[in-house]
């Protein structure tokens, strides 16, 4: 199969539709979908008008929206993916992988270098925090660090659990879910249309993780976030399976989710906010060790055809 097949809708025009089916599918379609299941574990119209759009004021209110997300995600993602890739495009989900699903040493390689990146990536949420805008748009800073403190709260809501089910639920939600639908929509579908248009990987990469960091409305984790989704592109680059950057997906959420469940029931001394103030020896040594990896990986890699190898 070849990336620059004839039946493959052009790059430009396939962007603009994948990302409005999204924002339908996600913001608009997610959206009546969290009030619908708010509504279905127990609250009322009079529950919202007095809630002042804090949905964790709601009956049963950690559930409600817990699922509520999972579907939302769901549809946002999953769903648009499905729509474009299967109704739009008329292709199969195996279109999307150019090579075979690679061995378990690639995966492990994987792990490794997530969790070597965690230092350094720790230090580049700490650098995005203490961006300070000039003073003729602090309006917008305070509009920005507004929206930040409400999505913590909204984080810690989720995450302060002490139940297994809970945690087995948010698992599912967070990191499943999330990591096979944000990875077929952001490495599968866009960075492959990005790939498409320009002919160049590396700014494929970069442009759909700016993209993918950019959609999750964060501006003060927008940095992390965006160098994570340069990971995932280049597993998938280099492995050609899609699975690869799902698996480092589920694996980057689910370890996060696993920390704060660890934390909250006393395992773990440790949270995570406490580990962004990262040591700089540890920054260097933890960007040199992803460096190395990387480089292993890719060589590791070298003979398997990668999607740049399609367009040939």
């Known amino acids: 199969m070849k990336l620059t097949d004839s039946r493959e809708n052009p790059a430009a025009s396939s962007l603009l539709v994948i990302i409005g089916l999204f924002l339908i599918g996600f913001l608009f379609l997610g959206s009546v979908i969290q009030i619908l299941v708010m509504m279905a574990v127990g609250a009322s119209v009079t529950d919202f008008m007095n809630s002042d759009g804090d949905f964790s004021k709601l009956p049963n209110a950690w559930l409600g929206m817990i699922f509520g997300q999972g579907l939302g995600s769901f549809m946002g993602f999953i769903g648009t993916a499905w729509f474009y890739w299967r109704i739009i495009e008329k292709k199969s989900w195996k279109d999307l992988d150019f090579e075979k699903v690679p061995t378990l040493a690639v995966f492990g390689m994987v792990v490794l270098i997530e969790i070597a990146f965690m230092g350094f990536n720790g230090w580049l949420q700490e650098l995005n925090q203490s961006v300070s805008f000039p003073e003729f748009l602090k309006n917008v800073e305070v509009l920005l660090k507004g929206m930040e403190d409400k999505l913590a709260e909204t984080t810690k809501f989720f995450t302060d659990f002490t139940s297994f089910w809970q945690f087995l639920l948010a698992f599912f939600v967070i990191a499943v879910i999330a990591g096979i639908g944000e990875e077929l929509i952001f490495r599968g579908l866009i960075m492959r249309k990005i790939l498409l248009g320009t002919g160049n990987p590396h700014v494929a990469i970069w442009v759909s993780a700016f993209i993918f960091a950019a959609i999750h409305f ?6 992390p976030r965006m160098m994570l989704g340069v ?3 280049y597993f ?3 492995t050609g399976n899609i699975r690869v950057p799902i698996f480092a997906h589920i694996f980057n959420n689910g370890f996060a989710i696993t920390i704060m469940y660890l ?3 006393g395992i773990v001394k ?4 406490s580990m962004d103030d990262v040591p700089l020896s540890i920054v260097g040594f933890s960007l040199i060790a992803t460096i190395g990896l990387m480089f292993l990986l890719k060589n590791y890699t070298k003979n398997q ?3 740049v190898d399609c367009q040939q």
């Open 236 to 238: 998938y680059l280099w």
């Open 305 to 307: 055809p990668s999607i």
């Open 263 to 265: 934390h909250n029931i």
């Open 231 to 233: 990971l995932f592109g």
């Open 218 to 223: 964060q501006f003060y984790g927008i940095l």
């Open 270 to 273: 440790t949270d995570l906010e």
